[in-house]
């Protein structure tokens, strides 16, 4: 597609309860990123994929989160037992091999926990 | 390792006034630099890019950005600031073969009329 788009753009979700979050990344685009934004913080980077590379998950806060990717295209970070220190915006974004190009972002996915 | 470094979180400057925000950046190889634009409720846009070619880097809607490696700084400045430039700014650093960019924590721009 012409950007990165997530889905959905906003979910409220009870705590404890699961949720999924979908990113799809631009046609073409081999890596793709998850960041983790709070309420007035910086980014924080979660999970990258890069091709048919094994995942590095090293920024995964706890084994209560975790994501998947098909292939090169769509990527679902699912979040389970949710907590209410889990209440950020989600972005993902997705780039050309190298990363010297820069990424795009999609406009994210605000969870709130309840 | 690489990190990034903002000084201020906050910046507010009057229009038609210099916009300079403040990056400081640590690497151990040669690093490709970012700077990304946040406005309310969006996700974030690639104002410009610094990847060893000229040290001055043009960006859109004005901005550019200078790469002093003896300083280890990449400050972004805009020389007339508009309404419109009001947003949050982020700096990057590439992790390189690790991956993924390492963000600075952001610096919110407030423009006054």
């Known amino acids: 597609g012409a950007g990165v788009s997530q889905s959905p753009s906003n979910k409220v979700t009870e705590k404890g309860k699961d949720v999924e979050l979908r990113c799809d990344p631009i046609?073409?685009?081999?890596?793709l990123y998850w960041y983790r934004q709070r309420l007035g913080q910086g980014l924080e980077f979660l999970i990258y994929?890069?091709?048919?590379?094994?995942?590095?998950k090293s920024g995964l806060p706890s084994d209560r989160f975790s994501a998947e990717r098909t292939g090169e295209s769509v990527s679902t970070l699912t979040i389970q037992r949710t907590q209410q220190e889990d209440s950020a915006v989600y972005l993902c974004?997705?780039?050309?091999?190298?990363?010297?190009?820069?990424?795009?972002f999609g406009s994210g996915t605000r969870l709130t926990v309840v | 390792a690489q990190s990034v470094t903002q000084l201020g979180s906050h910046v507010s400057v009057s229009e038609g006034a210099l916009v300079l925000l403040r990056c400081n950046y640590s690497?151990?190889?040669?690093?490709?630099l970012f700077w990304y634009v946040q406005y309310p409720n969006q996700g974030l846009q690639l104002l410009l890019k610094?990847?060893?070619?000229?040290?001055l880097v043009k960006g859109i809607n004005g901005f550019e950005a200078e790469f002093k490696k003896s300083e280890t700084s990449f400050h972004l400045t805009k020389p007339s600031a508009h309404m419109s430039d009001a947003a949050e700014y982020f700096c990057?650093?590439?992790?390189?073969?690790?991956?993924?960019?390492?963000f600075g924590k952001g610096t919110k721009l407030s423009v006054k009329p």
């Open positions: 974004a997705s780039s050309l091999e190298r990363t010297g190009y820069g990424y795009t």
């Open positions: 046609s073409g685009h081999t890596a």
């Open positions: 994929f890069q091709g048919n590379s094994a995942p590095d």
């Open positions: 690497s151990s190889v040669p690093p490709y």
């Open positions: 610094y990847t060893s070619a000229a040290t």
């Open positions: 990057a650093v590439d992790r390189g073969s690790q991956g993924n960019l390492i």
